[in-house]
């Protein structure tokens, strides 16, 4: 026989989520959300636009993603959902790691706390 059933309830909206703009063109490490001692970060949902490149959504020095190629203009949307998407660990930043030198520009939503 199931187990009891938990209901949850997740009420967001622009007073609940911090953003920030994705704008860079670095290969490599790119803090997108820098970490704060004793505090964890949570992205909700974010979107952007690559040219040719390929990504990988880091926590710190662990990646959280495996590398998702681009092409030219492509890009990507996570929509708000009842789990975040990336979780970094208590004090670590957010990163998105770029191989190449591409331009990437977008959108992040986050708490932090």
């Known amino acids: 026989m199931p187990g009891p059933k938990l209901a949850i309830d997740i ?3 622009a007073a609940d989520l911090l953003s920030l703009p994705i704008n860079f063109s670095a ?3 790119n803090v997108i959300i820098a970490g704060v001692p004793g505090q964890i970060i949570r992205v909700w949902k974010l979107w952007f636009i690559a040219l040719a ?5 880091k926590d710190g020095a662990i990646a959280l993603s495996g590398p998702a190629p681009f092409a030219a203009s492509e890009g990507m949307v996570l929509d708000f959902d ?3 998407w990336a979780t970094c660990l208590s004090g670590d930043d957010f990163i998105l790691n770029q191989s190449g030198s591409a331009q990437v520009s977008g959108m992040i939503y986050y708490t932090q706390g």
Do not use: E, V, W, Y
Not at 53 to 57: G, K
């Open 11 to 13: 009420h967001a909206d």
């Open 27 to 29: 290969s490599g490490d």
């Open 53 to 57: 490149t390929i990504i990988t959504f």
């Open 82 to 84: 009842t789990k975040p």
